[in-house]
């Protein structure tokens, strides 16, 4: 196998790993459904819960304070963003990657057809963590 489509290959299962051991520690700490609650005007929505900390927004705005309380409160997007994101989906999510990711591989070792179709989704599958200090510029497509 080429040596750059194995270096893909192992990036991108690394960061499945990661993406996967922190859904798999979020689930462990709070195994409660995710869900949203909008308010009327949509301007908030809250996730009661457990935890510790304070999560901050890009512009420095809190977006949970479970010193005060036990309930995540954010703009409704955020809320439905986060609620997107819990571990259940995400680990679903690893797994189908995970599968994509054994069929290219398979793919690349055949070096038949298959190996060009493969060359080419396999910069894309990666693509999500561009900003990575690991990902290769070189796999930009």
């Given at each position: 196998?080429?040596?750059?489509?194995?270096?893909?290959?192992?990036?991108?299962?690394?960061?499945?790993?990661e993406t996967a051991a922190l859904a798999e520690a979020s689930a462990r700490?709070?195994?409660?459904?995710?869900?949203?609650?909008?308010?009327?005007?949509?301007?908030?929505?809250?996730?009661?819960?457990?935890?510790?900390?304070?999560?901050?927004?890009?512009?420095?705005?809190p977006l949970w304070?479970?010193?005060?309380?036990?309930?995540?409160?954010?703009?409704?997007?955020?809320a439905r963003h986060v609620v997107a994101h819990a571990?259940?989906?995400?680990?679903?999510?690893?797994?189908?990657?995970?599968?994509?990711m054994a069929a290219l591989a398979d793919a690349i070792t055949a070096g038949h057809d298959s190996f060009d179709l493969a060359a080419e989704l396999l910069p894309l599958e990666v693509a999500a963590w561009t900003g990575h200090p690991d990902?290769?510029?070189e796999w930009r497509r």
């Open positions: 196998m080429d040596s750059e489509l194995r270096a893909m290959l192992d990036f991108w299962a690394a960061r499945l790993d700490v709070d195994p409660t459904p995710w869900t949203a609650s909008v308010t009327d005007d949509g301007g908030t929505a809250v996730r009661s819960g457990h935890g510790s900390g304070l999560l901050t927004a890009a512009d420095e705005e304070d479970c010193e005060s309380s036990n309930s995540l409160c954010m703009t409704a997007p955020s571990p259940g989906r995400v680990l679903r999510h690893v797994e189908a990657a995970r599968r994509r990902y290769r510029e």
